[in-house]
């Protein structure tokens, strides 16, 4: 943005930064100017300091105040070292006197872009400090994070699968901070949060009345991505007409803004995960064909807390360390018995509900260590022992050996088709079944998936 009250200066500004590459906005007062910064978001912000009504200083006090972090960069014909000071304790990454070069000024604009960027990731990096690290050092995460490095290597698309709180976020930020992107944004859209109306305009923008409510232009997640990686979760759940113009965007590089005239070349390394079976989502006629073969070009499967039992008490470790820094806590441990019980419970929120206990426990707990009392008072379901139903409805069964046999392998088969949410490839592997072995053998026990189904 640039503020100035002399028509020529803004003219002659705005042209030098299109041709360099840069979209202008220009506005020749600065009340005007703090109206506008109320509705858009801008990368820069430049004003002249001597200006009818209010001047450059208080629209820079103002809008600081206001909460505004983009750079303000102050420029002035009547300069002296007093504006100088003021300018920069009221927050003015830069003071320059005119006349300006176009060179020097553009010059100053990617110096002052750089500096931010730095700043951003900066200010992410201490948020995301300690949330945001893969855990595990078992057999089944070391495998993962092999793929996971040799994916992030290269510019193939990957595909995240695993049930919901298995962590599929965390692995796309680590296939984006090993990659040659990792300077560049992470942007993040979960496809089932936003509204169907809505979701285009997330990913590609809109201009400045595009529809009612479109006070001013908007960014969307592929343009905030530029140069780095946007994540799309739980892409199984974007809507069919918004999956054909993903689709195109994949195709082509290129998102058009809602209600813009012009397409806008985009570059950016596109990562999907979803906890549903997009194989069976095709065969259904919810998810295209043609973009299924677009991102699921490298799957990745993320195995379940139950199915890394290696990794409990790292995680449990983890996770109290995390917390106890996060609060200013004393760092608690967990007794042996209290990890036993914990270890029996079958954690359908995975990871995720794990760390939910564990701060729980961590917060309630009166004693140095986590006891089994505490656990029995956060979670009874962690008392009962495991495989208490089936190896109960094994006794409890009666008749030939094969029939018992059977009824057995029936029940283990519903279980885990459950538990894997009818996502039939990790139910094979959970079992070490080929999954055409798994599909006959639902067949030969009378299992009818299309009937089990629970509705979306």
């Not at 397409?263 to 390394?269: C, F, H």
């Not at 995390?322 to 441990?333: D, M, P, R, T």
């Not at 109960?392 to 088709?417: D, H, N, P, Q, Y």
Request: net charge neutral; aromatic share 6%.
């Amino acid at each position: 943005m640039r503020v100035d009250d002399d028509a020529n200066t803004l003219a002659s500004l705005s042209r030098a930064f299109r041709l360099a590459g840069h979209e202008a906005t220009v506005c020749d007062n600065a009340s005007r100017a703090v109206e506008l910064l109320r509705t858009e978001k801008f990368d820069l912000i430049f004003s002249d300091v001597v200006m009818p009504g209010k001047s450059g200083l208080e629209f820079l006090e103002e809008i600081k105040s206001a909460g505004v972090k983009a750079p303000v960069i102050l420029i002035s014909g009547q300069a002296n070292i007093e504006m100088a000071v003021r300018a920069t304790k009221l927050g003015a990454l830069d003071f320059l006197e005119k006349p300006l070069s176009t060179d020097k000024l553009l010059v100053t604009v990617e110096n002052a872009l750089r500096l931010s960027r730095l700043e951003d990731e900066n200010r992410e990096l201490k948020r995301r400090l300690g949330k945001h690290q893969l855990v595990g050092s078992g057999a089944t995460m070391k495998k993962l994070l092999v793929q996971i490095d040799r994916v992030a290597a290269s510019e193939t698309r990957v595909c995240i699968l695993g049930e919901t709180g298995t962590g599929k976020e965390l692995v796309a930020r680590a296939i984006h901070d090993r990659s040659q992107r990792r300077d560049m944004p992470f942007i993040t859209l979960n496809c089932a949060a936003v509204p169907a109306e809505l979701i285009e305009s997330e990913l590609f923008g809109h201009e400045k009345g595009a529809f009612t409510g479109a006070a001013g232009r908007h960014i969307g997640k592929f343009e905030q991505a530029e140069g780095g990686t946007l994540f799309l979760d739980e892409i199984g759940d974007m809507p069919v007409a918004m999956q054909a113009k993903l689709l195109r965007v994949l195709e082509e590089s290129e998102i058009e803004r809602v209600g813009g005239e012009r397409p806008v070349k985009v570059n950016v390394r596109v990562v999907v995960a979803t906890h549903r079976n997009l194989e069976e989502l095709v065969a259904q006629n919810t998810f295209r064909r043609d973009l299924f073969h677009r991102v699921y070009v490298f799957p990745l499967f993320l195995p379940s807390l139950r199915e890394r039992p290696e990794d409990f008490a790292e995680l449990l470790a983890h996770f109290a360390r995390q917390l106890a820094s996060q609060n200013g806590w004393k760092e608690k441990e967990f007794a042996e018995d209290a990890i036993a019980m914990l270890q029996r419970y079958s954690w359908p929120g995975n990871v995720r509900e794990l760390r939910n206990i564990v701060e729980r426990l961590v917060l309630l707990a009166e004693g140095q260590k986590v006891s089994a009392g505490d656990v029995q008072l956060v979670l009874p379901a962690a008392i009962a022992p495991p495989h208490d139903n089936a190896s109960s409805s094994l006794a409890a069964a009666s008749g030939t050996l094969a029939a018992r046999t059977e009824s057995f392998e029936k029940e283990v088969l519903l279980a885990e088709i459950r538990r894997h949410n009818f996502h039939m490839t990790n139910v094979a592997r959970a079992l070490g079944l080929e999954r055409s072995h798994l599909y006959k053998k639902c067949q030969q026990l009378g299992i009818d998936l299309q009937s089990l189904r629970r509705p979306e």
